[in-house]
């Protein structure tokens, strides 16, 4: 895989981790990148994500209406690595946590070519 996510775990209720993805092959700034999520017998959701610096929409991030508020996505260019930041996690943030890179990014799992394996996020109370 040519993304690779870390930062999950078993993780505390209202703890707040941060996701990295990090990338060899791939330079972040120049894609559009977005995270998505999967639990268990629910559809994948994309709920982050971001414009490349030079693309339509200047590098601007997006969030779905489900984690607004909640959740931050930003780009450490020098770094190559983009982060989600979880704050106030929540039962329902259970999930497997992916991210990836395409040309034009968006909400959809189509707009992207290249993703990760995923990392897990459980929350316990």
């Known amino acids: 895989s040519q993304l690779v996510e870390s930062g999950g775990g078993l993780v505390q209720l209202w703890g707040s981790p941060r996701l990295p993805c990090q990338s060899s092959?791939?330079?972040?700034?120049?894609?559009?990148a977005g995270w998505f999520r999967q639990a268990v017998e629910k559809e994948c959701e994309g709920f982050s994500w971001m414009d490349s610096t030079g693309g339509t929409h200047n590098g601007t991030t997006y969030y779905a209406d489900s984690v607004k508020g909640r959740f931050t996505m930003s780009r450490d260019s020098p770094q190559n690595t983009v982060y989600l930041q979880i704050d106030d996690l929540q039962p329902e943030d259970t999930a497997i946590y992916s991210c990836?890179?395409?040309?034009?990014?968006?909400?959809?799992?189509?707009?992207?070519?290249?993703w990760g394996q995923g990392t897990q996020v459980t929350v316990s109370s």
């Open positions: 990836a890179v395409g040309p034009w990014g968006g909400f959809n799992q189509d707009e992207y070519n290249y």
């Open positions: 092959a791939l330079t972040f700034e120049y894609y559009a």
